[in-house]
C-alpha cells in the first residue's frame, strides 16, 4: 500500500531542524521533490542533510552552503531518495526565516 505525501517548514531557523519526521517503522518513504524558496531580499545559504538511522546521528549533507539568490527556488532532488525506518530529513538556513521547505514523497509499506 503506498500514498503520496508532503511535509512542508517555513521560516527555517538557522539552527539544525527536522523538515521531514522519522520514518514510522515498517514504512520506507520516496522522497520525489524537495523544493527550496529564499523569501528574503538577500542571498542566504542552506544546508539540507539526512540522518540516517544506522549511522550514529551524523548529517549526511544532500547540499552543503549552497546559495540561493534572494527570492528565487531551488529543485533539490531531482532523483529518487529512499528513506528508512528512523531516517530524518532536517536543514538550517544562514538567515532565520527566510527560507521554506516542501518535500513530496511516497509513504510505502515494507
Known sequence: MTG???EFLRNVP????TVKAAV???RADVVLGCLLANEAASPITVDVYVIFAND???????TKDATLPAG????LIEAKLVLTPGDVLG???SLAGA???VVSYL???Q
Open 91 to 93: 536543514a538550517r538556513a
Open 72 to 75: 528565487s527556488t531551488l529543485e
Open 99 to 101: 527560507l521554506d521547505i
Open 14 to 17: 538557522t539552527a539544525n531542524t
Open 107 to 109: 509513504r510505502q509499506v
Open 56 to 62: 550514529g546521528g551524523n548529517l549526511t549533507y544532500l
Open 4 to 6: 503520496f505525501m508532503r
Open 24 to 26: 514510522p517503522a515498517s
